[in-house]
């Protein structure tokens, strides 16, 4: 079945960027869209936003000035990169697959990464 | 956006209770509702989407309801497993949006 697993640095110091990937495997990337959710310490969970398979994103408008997500289909991965972060932006940060319901809105976040924890701190 | 909120935030029960968590949204948001499991340090697991469609492979024991505003997920009968905190999630319009949280603890 599918898979995914989130990698990158564990610490990032503020003020610059925080680069995640994630490795899908026992599926491909070009169908259903890819999402990126954080889980600050002890908080709820916030929606970063997506990439579809066409290559369309979609991203939260609080962070929006903030973030990119990519994909490379060669190495079925999708990317996260949020710049200038702050002790804010200190979360565990999941990946996950998105499918599409029959009404043609995003359905439940039915495949997650185990989540990697990014510190912000100097 | 679309405000998400659940309640209680926490729940003491037993083994054998039944259990029902809301989620009230700020609007409309017709199906598009989705309730996830979480246990410390795990990421969170799809229980049911659509309102009320069973992930595959979750007991038939958890069940929801609901439309328009208000939905609900039912436990008909905890078991030890099910202690975890539980979030409900809009998917009808980006950003897509999670409740804060309900912790279920063990009474």
């Not at chain 2, 083994?15 to 979480?38: E, F, H, K, M």
């Amino acid at each position: 079945q599918v898979q995914l697993r989130e990698s990158g640095p564990g610490l990032v110091k503020p003020s610059e960027t925080l680069s995640l990937t994630c490795t899908v495997s026992g599926g491909s990337i070009n169908s259903y869209f890819w999402t990126w959710i954080r889980q600050p310490p002890e908080k709820g969970l916030e929606w970063i936003g997506y990439i579809s398979y066409s290559g369309s994103t979609n991203y939260n408008p609080s962070l929006k000035s903030r973030v990119t997500i990519s994909t490379d289909t060669s190495k079925n991965q999708f990317s996260l990169r949020l710049s200038s972060v702050t002790a804010a932006d200190t979360a565990v940060y999941y990946c996950a697959r998105d499918p599409i319901a029959a009404s043609g809105h995003l359905d439940g976040l039915d495949v997650w990464g185990q989540g990697t924890t990014v510190t912000v701190s100097s | 956006d679309i405000q998400m909120t659940q309640s209680p935030s926490s729940l003491s029960a037993s083994v054998g209770d039944r259990v029902t968590i809301t989620c009230r949204a700020s609007q409309s948001i017709s199906g598009s509702l989705n309730w996830y499991q979480q246990k410390p340090g795990k990421a969170p697991k799809l229980l049911i989407h659509a309102v009320l469609s069973l992930q595959s492979g979750v007991p038939s024991r958890f069940s929801g309801s609901g439309s328009g505003t208000d939905f609900t997920l039912t436990i008909s009968s905890l078991q030890p497993e099910d202690f975890a905190a539980y979030y409900c999630q809009q998917s009808y319009s980006t950003p897509l949006t999670f409740g804060g949280g309900t912790k279920l603890e063990i009474k």
